[in-house]
């Protein structure tokens, strides 16, 4: 993708500490933009659940989404690679755009825009069925690739970008549901990544995970953004600072303030994003 | 009796419980345990009896010619059921050609593709034809299938393809019932997670929904296919049986079941001890039939649930070994 496309970017410069771009990158040449969402509102029934977002998310790098509970962050999260469509009633307007190409065109088949928007959910899902080797190939192999030595390659470099090659290498054919919860994320992870898509939606990935767990997935998270777009809704204001290098603050539906991390937890410029961080709400 | 109540700082001794409403609680407890002790005898007991029953009946009668031979003229003795049971698998194996692959794509259908309110209306029609009598299956299918000019369907005859069509038509809503129920115990994540790889929604209906639910839908065709195994009045009316090997799909054909109701209807001894011995057959037919699919499928879960074992037991060890590494 080219770096010097001249699109307007949202109050975006990289920060320094937790990005993986060099640290001095000039706050002249803003990063490409990987994932722009122009006015865009959701509707579950008459529910109007995201009123009028407007986002520009900078290409390998991290974008956090923090809010409370049924702010709309996860709803605008799904809306990225059309999995809302799946939810009966739900009806979506405005534009979303990957690398300048609108994923809602009428001709545009949502299954492609899920193979190059992956997800995470939740709840980790290894495929129950499927060993892990063939849990991590699984999206290759039912998209037609039969090519052995291709989906090897390509699994173990998936695992390895997931940092669980090494705790699986030995146990590729056991079933995808033995590991342990924070593995099984991992797994899912590598999952996503094995079909090579540019953007990885993260929905409060850790949230069913330990600490240690958590940590190896966030730090796994750090790593990721050095080949790929992440945007991931979290509960936990800590993570979105550990992990993000700029977040969005959803509130009632609401895209309230969309900053690099540091400056948005530090110097907040709106007055409910200032009452949420600091724990004064409501 | 103190040492089981929990050491709390401040018990309040309002919650203490006397000796005699202990005593009272466990004998509750102690007479719901053999109650279900006893509901569990009651369901084993008429599989034994039945079982047994039918081997001290039926038993004495088997031998090689009667899996071998067809029967003997009347008056002789001998002869045996090798059309029954040949008929019997024929008939059983085009009704489950049809009716498996409807029932299951039906159910997928169902669960994954059809409108709530559509699906609905097809698991009640489903449920109807579940409590259909099988007479009235096949007086339905005699019209259908066999009564001359009674519809563009009709043989005009009796045939092993009508009595074929018709255990189908019982198999179907049998297998679509048990087949939906366990495809929509299989885990929304599941759909979602492959739908967010880009796959295909048939594809990841068939290899991965389909797939978790295989043992549970596998449970529900056998039980249709036993079902069927053993009906005999849309038989009666479709294939009507035949003392020997049919001469083909257009032709009547026998079947265990008329066999045995034959069998048993007719004034001779020789033909009464037949019957048991053909009703002890049906039974190790159908039982094996189930066994030998259970153990097809078997092995690959067994080594699933063994290796989930050791993290399943202390979920905090494999964490810890994850971590360590």
Redesign the interface.
């Given at each position: 993708m080219s770096a010097e496309t001249p699109r307007p970017v949202v109050a975006v410069r990289m920060p320094s500490a937790p990005s993986s771009a060099p640290a001095d990158v000039a706050p002249t040449n803003p990063p490409a933009v990987a994932v722009s969402a122009r006015d865009v509102n959701i509707f579950y029934g008459a529910k109007h659940a995201v009123i009028d977002a407007t986002l520009d998310i900078p290409a390998r790098s991290v974008t956090a989404i923090i809010g409370p509970s049924g702010c709309g962050k996860s709803t605008f999260l799904r809306c990225l690679?059309r999995?809302h469509e799946?939810t009966p009633g739900a009806r979506m307007t405005g534009s979303i755009t990957l690398d300048g190409e609108n994923l809602y065109a009428p001709e545009i088949d949502p299954?492609?825009?899920?193979?190059?928007v992956?997800?995470i959910?939740q709840?980790s899902?290894p495929?129950?069925?499927l060993s892990i080797g063939d849990n991590v190939t699984?999206?290759l192999k039912?998209?037609g690739i039969r090519d052995r030595a291709f989906l090897r390659e390509r699994m173990e470099d998936a695992l390895r970008k997931a940092a669980l090659w090494?705790?699986v290498k030995d146990d590729l054919s056991?079933?995808g549901?033995?590991?342990?919860?924070?593995?099984q994320q991992r797994l899912?992870i590598a999952?996503?990544v094995a079909?090579q898509?540019e953007v990885l939606l993260m929905d409060e990935p850790t949230s069913a995970l330990?600490p240690?767990?958590t940590l190896?997935v966030e730090g796994l998270i750090h790593d990721l953004a050095k080949n790929f777009t992440i945007i991931i809704v979290t509960h936990s204001m800590q993570q979105a600072t550990r992990v993000s290098d700029q977040t969005a603050f959803f509130y009632l539906g609401r895209m309230v303030e969309f900053a690099p991390t540091t400056e948005l937890f530090n110097n907040p410029k709106q007055k409910e994003t200032e009452a949420y961080i600091s724990g004064r709400f409501g | 009796m103190t040492a089981l109540v929990p050491a709390a700082p401040a018990f309040d001794p309002r919650l203490r419980v006397s000796d005699g409403v202990r005593r009272w609680r466990n004998l509750k407890s102690g007479l719901v345990s053999a109650l279900c002790v006893l509901g569990a005898v009651v369901v084993v007991t008429p599989l034994a009896l039945v079982f047994g029953y039918l081997v001290f009946k039926g038993a004495g009668s088997l031998n090689w010619d009667f899996f071998t031979k067809t029967p003997a003229p009347v008056g002789e003795t001998g002869g045996g059921i090798a059309h029954a049971i040949g008929g019997t698998f024929l008939l059983i194996g085009m009704a489950s050609l049809v009716g498996i692959p409807v029932g299951v794509l039906g159910a997928i259908y169902l669960t994954e593709y059809a409108r709530p309110a559509f699906a609905a209306r097809v698991r009640f029609a489903a449920d109807v034809l579940n409590g259909v009598p099988s007479i009235v299956w096949g007086i339905v299918a005699y019209g259908i299938f066999v009564l001359p000019g009674g519809s563009p369907l009709s043989l005009g005859k009796f045939s092993a393809l009508a009595g074929a069509a018709t255990l189908a038509f019982i198999m179907i809503p049998l297998i679509v019932r048990t087949a939906e129920e366990v495809l929509l115990l299989v885990?929304n994540?599941?759909r979602?997670?492959?739908?967010?790889?880009?796959?295909?929604?048939w594809?990841?209906s068939l290899?991965?929904v389909a797939?978790?639910a295989?043992r549970g839908i596998l449970t529900g065709v056998l039980l249709a296919v036993a079902r069927i195994s053993g009906e005999t009045a849309p038989l009666l009316f479709t294939a009507l049986g035949n003392n020997d090997w049919g001469r083909g799909l257009g032709e009547p054909i026998a079947a265990l079941p008329l066999q045995i109701y034959a069998y048993a209807i007719s004034p001779y001894d020789d033909w009464h001890r037949q019957a048991w011995a053909a009703a002890l057959v049906l039974l190790l037919v159908v039982l094996t039939m189930n066994l030998s699919l259970r153990f097809l499928t078997r092995e690959r879960i067994v080594k699933?649930a063994r290796?989930?074992l050791p993290?399943d037991v202390p979920?905090a060890a494999?964490?810890a070994q994850?971590?360590a590494?």
């Open positions: 690679n999995m799946l299954t492609v825009v899920r193979r190059r992956g997800m959910f709840k899902n495929f129950p069925t699984v999206g039912l998209n090494d705790e056991k079933p549901n033995s590991l342990s919860g924070g593995q899912c999952r996503a079909v898509p330990d240690i767990a190896k | 885990p994540g599941y979602e997670a492959g739908l967010a790889l880009g796959i295909a929604k594809k990841i290899h991965i797939k978790t295989f699933v290796r989930q993290t979920p494999p964490v994850a971590h590494g």
